[in-house]
C-alpha cells in the first residue's frame, strides 16, 4: 500500500534489521526498543490491522505467531518468558496502520500496560 511504512521497509526501499524473512512475514528489529529483545512481525502484505483480520487469514495468523515463537527461542527469550503484542486503532496505542506483533522480552515486563 502506498505510504505505508511497513510496506516500504517489506519492498526493501526503508532499511531494518532483519530477523527472519518468508514470502509471507517478514520481522524485523524495532527502531526503539521496548525491552532488550523487540521485534516486530508483519505480513508482507497490507493488513491494516487485527480488527481486520478475515477468515481466510488464518493461516497468515498462525504464521506469524509461528515465527514469533521461532525467534523467541532463538533470541534467547523463550525460557524465562515473553510478550507477543498487537495494538489496534488510536486508543490501542497503535502508530503504524499496518498488522504486527509486537515480541518483546529479556526482561520482566509489568503489567497492566500504560
Ligand atoms: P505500534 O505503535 O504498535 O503501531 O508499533 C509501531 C512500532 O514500529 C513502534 O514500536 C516503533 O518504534 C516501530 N517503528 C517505527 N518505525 C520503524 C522503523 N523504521 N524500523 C523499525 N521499527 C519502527
Redesign the pocket.
Known sequence: MENC?FCK?AAGE?P?RKAYEDEIVLA?????P?APV?V?IIPQRHIMDAYHLEKGDAALLFHMFEVANKLAAELGIAEKGFRI???IGEDG?????HL?L?LLGGRSLQWPPG
Open positions: 511504512l521497509i526503508i531494518s524485523f528489529h524495532d527502531i526503539a521496548q523487540h516486530l503484542v498487537t495494538n496505542g497503535q502508530s503504524v496502520p504486527h509486537h
